[in-house]
């Protein structure tokens, strides 16, 4: 699960996948929770999905 917020916002986008299949799920508009490390929107493209796999959406 990875998290990518705009800078010094509470809210962002999440990113769920299982490492077996490589099927997830990405949310719009979700809370970012206290303490979690999030990654910055400002960020380059390549920051911000590395370590992200090129997992299959579940519609």
């Known amino acids: 699960m990875v998290f ?5 916002a509470g809210y962002g ?3 769920f996948w299982c490492d077996t299949c490589l099927e ?7 809370p970012v929770p206290a303490g979690v490390t999030a ?3 400002a960020a380059p493209i ?3 999905t590395r370590g992200i796999p090129n997992y299959r959406l579940v519609t």
């Open 4 to 8: 990518t917020t705009p800078p010094s």
């Open 13 to 15: 986008y999440a990113s």
């Open 24 to 30: 997830g799920i990405h949310v719009s508009r979700a």
């Open 39 to 41: 990654l910055s929107t």
């Open 46 to 48: 390549e920051d911000r």
